[in-house]
């Protein structure tokens, strides 16, 4: 079993701060990346920020400049500092690990059970 627990979530006014947390525990043998999705009501999930093992980083164009993915190897961790939040990123923030559970085993995608944000004054 793969665990994922995700904190860090709540309201937030425009121009705010806040900093999601992923913790992964369980039965991994190696981490092909870490990241963050996030799912507006009535739109698609989509890529926010994703950080690879060998440490590099993707983000989405609307967060560029703002948002920051950082992670702690040896406790499994990953983080997104959001910064100068906006209205529009009012949503719930999926944790995402991609990993394998063993030398034998295939790559697989595991989530966290969702942090919602919201962005409101």
């Known amino acids: 079993q793969v665990q994922l627990v995700e904190s860090g979530g709540g309201l937030v006014q425009p121009g705010g701060s806040l900093r999601l947390s992923c913790a992964a525990s369980?039965?991994?043998?190696?981490?092909?990346?870490m990241g963050w999705y996030r799912q507006a009501p009535g739109k698609q999930r989509e890529l926010v920020a994703a950080?690879?093992?060998?440490?590099?980083?993707n983000y989405a164009d609307s967060v560029k400049g703002r948002f920051t993915i950082t992670s702690d190897n040896d406790s499994n961790t990953v983080y997104l500092q959001m910064n100068s939040l906006k209205p529009e990123g009012t949503a719930v923030y999926y944790c995402?690990?991609?990993?394998?559970?063993?030398?034998?085993?295939?790559?697989?995608?595991?989530w966290g059970q969702g942090a919602q944000v919201t962005v409101a004054s």
């Open positions: 950080l690879t093992s060998g440490g590099s980083t």
């Open positions: 369980g039965n991994i043998f190696s981490i092909n990346a």
């Open positions: 995402n690990l991609r990993a394998q559970r063993s030398r034998f085993s295939r790559t697989s995608d595991y």
